[in-house]
């Protein structure tokens, strides 16, 4: 019995394909991003993804949503993480998005991403008059 189990692990071990055991890339990506808000959100922006295996891309960046949202929002330098990503080929697409925004004069702004096994995390500050949390789709190209 013992050794039936053992030679369907190994078993089990070696047919899975090897990217099942390839490590994940880390990808960050730096983003200035602008818009407005009035229930219906509209932001486009522009960033550039760097990761750890040395691929980089500059990317443009589109964000459509709704939301209990209202303001006109600057993020400049906003800082974000990729989770999930094997090549940065991985992370172009349209992204599940959540985000949350606030400010007078100065503005904050927090967001997460989903897209299938990739999540995104990202913070920015900069300038506008916002408040509002949002759901809707951002694009990266």
């Known amino acids: 019995m013992k050794r039936v189990i053992l030679s369907s692990v190994l078993s089990v071990i070696f047919l899975l394909p090897t990217s099942v055991f390839a490590a994940d890339t880390s990808c960050s ?4 991003l602008s ?6 959100q509209t ?3 522009t960033g550039i993804v760097t990761c750890t295996n040395g691929q980089s891309a500059h990317v443009s960046l589109t964000q459509y949503g709704g939301g209990l949202t209202f303001g006109v929002l600057d993020i400049e330098q906003a800082k974000g993480k990729f989770a ?3 090549d940065i080929q991985d992370i172009y697409g349209t992204y599940f998005s959540m985000d949350v925004h606030a400010g007078f004069a100065r503005a904050g702004d927090a967001r997460a991403l989903f897209k299938g096994y990739i999540a995104f995390g990202g913070v920015g500050t900069g300038g506008g008059y916002t408040l509002g949390t949002a759901l809707g789709g951002l694009t990266i190209r």
């Open 29 to 32: 990506i730096t983003y200035n």
């Open 84 to 86: 999930g990503v094997k």
């Open 35 to 40: 818009g407005w808000s009035a229930l219906y």
């Open 43 to 45: 932001y486009k922006g």
